[in-house]
């Protein structure tokens, strides 16, 4: 730059004058910021006069201040509250630090030596272990005494207000159920009865049609309808006296279903407990019947008895005969629980059982005929080997010569006599006698 500025002369008349005001600018750069003697000189005669005002000013009087007795035994409580909340603290240290040297008492220690900070560290570990497994404890009691609570809630579900609805919406059910009772139908057959009865006998009078009988039915029945003015058109006084017995009768049957219905539903516990008492009585009855009945196809049963081993059996005849006495045995008690259960469920395997039954009863009839069919072929077999035998043994018994009896060879030849050589016998006579010998043999021989 300050080439720049020697180079180019044709701006500056004095060029040396100009470089001397430029150095002296840049050394004069900053002085103007730095703390200069004379600033402090307010600042010392500040503080001179200000010490002076303190030294001179009396000590002011001591203010009396009333006490809030409130606010201090507020202050005394909190501090008592805090005390104890430490001492708490304290004590639960202390505490913690118990069961955690008899948690960890028999668990490797820190080596002899070791530096405070690590024993703090160690104790702070094992204390803090310690309110872990006293915080789990306190749960597991909790949620134990819990579960006992459940428990004996369960052993009685329902509150009194429950119950209370319950055992009302029982009485209410069954108050109704008194009306659908089948055993308060009998009133109302006695009623449909005794109006058939009265229609019969009002159709004997001519003055009487089917429509008449039918706007009868429309209102319920003659006991319901003014029947003064029928009987005026029927004219017949010992019909009339009939009709009307019969409809004292149905007002009489009527009424007794009301008392019935209304003493049952006004002593619906006790009618319930009989009700009860009935079906019980019921089904005991229909299993003791059921139990006589099977008495009896039992007693049709030889099978059905238990067999008693013989001393003298060997080990497979006794094992066979225990065999079947633990099949009769398992039978018997599956027939005695099916007596006892009557069920859908047990009633269904029966029906089954029974198919079962039909199916076994048909393929045994089958193979008995084919047994039966069997048996008379073998029979034919055996009858037909023993004639063949009987013919083969009078065959054989007819081949046999009696020769075997008498003295003759075995071979069937003649034994030859032995001729002493004659030498008084002619020749032409020898020849003869050859001749004759050799015919005989032939002739013997069958040629």
Request: charged fraction near 35%; proline fraction near 4%; aromatic fraction near 4%.
């Amino acid at each position: 730059m300050s080439e720049q500025i020697i180079e180019g002369t044709s701006g500056f008349t004095d060029v040396e004058k100009q470089n001397a005001e430029t150095a002296q600018k840049l050394a004069d750069q900053g002085k103007d910021t730095l703390t200069k003697p004379e600033d402090f000189t307010d600042t010392s005669s500040a503080l001179d006069k200000l010490a002076a005002e303190v030294v001179k000013k009396p000590d002011p009087e001591p203010e009396v201040v009333e006490v809030d007795e409130a606010a201090r035994k507020a202050a005394e409580e909190k501090a008592a509250a805090d005390k104890v909340e430490a001492d708490k603290v304290a004590a639960e240290k202390e505490a913690s630090l118990r069961k955690a040297e008899e948690y960890f008492k028999d668990s490797p220690s820190l080596p002899a030596g070791a530096s405070p900070k690590s024993s703090e560290a160690f104790s702070a570990i094992k204390i803090r272990a310690a309110q872990d497994i006293s915080s789990r404890d306190t749960k597991i009691e909790e949620l134990n005494k819990s579960l006992a609570e459940l428990k004996e809630k369960t052993k009685n579900p329902l509150t009194p207000e429950v119950e209370k609805e319950l055992k009302e919406l029982r009485e209410w059910r069954a108050k109704l159920d008194v009306d659908a009772d089948p055993k308060f139908k009998e009133f109302d057959r006695t009623v449909s009865a005794s109006h058939e009865f009265i229609y019969a006998q009002l159709r004997k009078s001519p003055s009487v049609t089917d429509k008449v009988i039918e706007e009868i039915k429309k209102y319920g029945g003659p006991e319901n309808v003014n029947m003064v003015k029928l009987f005026e058109s029927i004219k017949d006084p010992s019909l009339q006296r009939l009709v009307e017995s019969k409809i004292a009768d149905i007002e009489m049957a009527k009424f007794n279903k009301e008392q019935a219905v209304k003493a049952a539903k006004e002593n619906v516990g006790q009618y319930m407990t009989e009700r009860q008492k009935a079906a019980e009585a019921a089904a005991v009855a229909h299993n003791t019947r059921t139990s006589q009945y099977l008495g009896t196809l039992e007693a049709q049963l030889p099978w059905f008895a238990e067999k008693l081993a013989d001393p003298k059996a060997d080990e497979a005849g006794k094992k066979e005969i225990e065999g079947y006495n633990k099949f009769v045995k398992e039978t018997k008690d599956s027939m005695a629980e099916a007596l006892r259960d009557d069920s859908p469920e047990m009633r269904a395997i029966m029906i089954a059982g029974m198919a079962e039954l039909f199916r076994e009863r048909r393929e045994k009839a089958a193979f008995k005929a084919e047994k039966v069919a069997a048996d008379a072929k073998i029979t034919t077999l055996e009858k037909t080997v023993e004639e063949l035998n009987s013919k083969l043994a009078r065959f054989k018994d007819a081949s046999i010569s009696r020769l075997r009896e008498s003295g003759a060879p075995a071979d069937g030849k003649l034994p030859v006599k032995k001729v002493d050589l004659d030498v008084t016998t002619p020749a032409s006579q020898a020849l003869d006698n050859l001749a004759r010998e050799i015919v005989e043999k032939r002739q013997a021989a069958g040629k």
